[in-house]
Structures are given as structure tokens and as C-alpha cells.
T-cell receptor, first 111, second 115 residues
Framework: GDSVTQTEGQVALSEEDFLTIHCNYS??????LFWYVQYPGEGPQFLFR?????EKGSSRGFEATYDKGTTSFHLRKASVQESDSAVYYC??????????FGDGTQLVVKP | GPKVLQIPSHQIIDMGQMVTLNCDPV?????FYWYKQILGQQMEFLVN????????KSKLFKDQFSVERPDGSYFTLKIQPTALEDSAVYFC?????????????FGPGTRLTVL
């Protein structure tokens, strides 16, 4: 079945560091790929999506490029801030209106 | 931005009792969803709902589970009877349209504890 794998369970950075969170997916065809962000006490919030090979999604300085060849959708940000501390979920949407989430990556940014 | 509300935020009940989790979706959204997250585990799809009907459900959506949205009011998840393994955070979501690319808007979750 469709699935998403996030490599990092937790990432600890200092402000202005470069962020990479790795995401790989397993699915047939061209699923929609998403990044969601979750702050304490809240539900996941849509960050951005991509729907075809080589498409780049971006929002708030975060970006990821859909790569069908490597089945990846890695999240990157050039300079993180303390306010970026949250849990980040890579997710896959299928044609049956289901979202499959990765395990989530806890990002901690120290001032 | 648009908000999904969930009531209550916490619920503690005894095993075997019935529980109803309530979701107030974004106004004018047409598709509704429930997800389940056991502490420390992945968030998993339970069910989606459109035009008064369940469209897709996962194997986690046991026979004891039911959903409805009578007359445009709350979208509810009912569990009857509850079991210990139903303890989890349940997230409701809604979207204006369906399909793989639809952005889903999530509520803050209801933490259900079954004793």
C-alpha cells in the first residue's frame, strides 16, 4: 500500500542553520505529496503540496521538490528560526481522498 | 484562516461505554475525515465522508465505529462500545473538494482515554 517514510525522528538546530528533513514515498503513479506542520495543542496545518515530477512546492521559506526518480520530497529551509520549532509531517494523498502521513519529525531550534 | 473545531478536547470513559466525538468543520466544506493517532505513533486515516455517505474507510474503522453529519450540524464519530485500544487522539478534518490534491484542514484533536 501507499506509505511515507521520514528518516529523522528529531532534528535539533540553532537559528540560521540550514534544515533538511528527508521524506521518501512508496506509491503507484503520481500521488500528491504534502508537507504539514503541527504546533503544540493544534492539528496539522497544510504547508504546501506538489503533484508532478520536478514540481517545487514552497511556503514560508520552506521548500521541497517532487522527485519521482528517487521517490523523494525532502523538506529544506535555508535559515531556520526559533518559531519554526514544531513537528513536520510528510504526507501522501491518494485518489480515494485519503492522506497517509509519515511518522513526523520534531524540529527544535535553539536561539 | 479557516478553523475546524473539535469538542471535547479531552474525554475519559470506561471501557464498554459509548462515546461521541464532535467536529465542527469549516463552513462550506463538503468532505470530512477522521484520523487516529495513538501516542508516539503515526497519524492514520480512519474514514472519509461526503454527501451523507462514507466513501472510504480503513481497517481501523471497526464495526463499533460510525460517522454521521445530520442536517449540516456536527460531523460526529461514535464508538459503541469502546475498547482499551481506542485510546488515542482523534483528529477531524474537512476539505472544500475531494481528490488526491485537496488540502485538508485539521482540528486540534480530541484526546480519548478509555479506562
Amino acid at each position: 500500500g501507499d506509505s511515507v517514510t521520514q528518516t529523522e525522528g528529531q532534528v535539533a538546530l540553532s537559528e540560521e542553520d540550514f534544515l533538511t528533513i528527508h521524506c521518501n514515498y512508496s506509491a503507484s503513479g503520481y500521488p500528491a505529496l504534502f508537507w504539514y506542520v503541527q504546533y503544540p495543542g493544534e492539528g496539522p496545518q497544510f504547508l504546501f503540496r506538489a503533484s508532478r515530477d520536478k514540481e517545487k512546492g514552497s511556503s514560508r521559506g520552506f521548500e521541497a521538490t517532487y522527485d519521482k526518480g528517487t521517490t523523494s520530497f525532502h523538506l529544506r529551509k535555508a535559515s531556520v528560526q526559533e518559531s519554526d520549532s514544531a513537528v513536520y509531517y510528510c504526507a501522501l494523498g491518494d485518489s480515494n481522498n485519503r492522506i497517509f502521513f509519515g511518522d513526523g519529525t520534531q524540529l527544535v531550534v535553539k536561539p | 484562516g479557516p478553523k475546524v473545531l473539535q469538542i471535547p478536547s479531552h474525554q475519559i470513559i470506561d471501557m464498554g461505554q459509548m462515546v461521541t466525538l464532535n467536529c465542527d468543520p469549516v463552513s462550506n466544506h463538503l468532505y470530512f475525515y477522521w484520523y487516529k493517532q495513538i501516542l508516539g505513533q503515526q497519524m492514520e486515516f480512519l474514514v472519509n465522508f461526503y454527501n451523507g455517505k462514507v466513501m472510504e474507510k480503513s481497517k481501523l474503522f471497526k464495526d463499533q465505529f460510525s460517522v454521521e453529519r445530520p442536517d449540516g450540524s456536527y460531523f460526529t464519530l461514535k464508538i459503541q462500545p469502546t475498547a482499551l485500544e481506542d485510546s488515542a487522539v482523534y483528529f477531524c478534518a474537512s476539505s472544500p473538494w475531494g481528490g488526491a490534491y485537496a488540502e485538508q484542514f485539521f482540528g486540534p484533536g480530541t484526546r480519548l482515554t478509555v479506562l
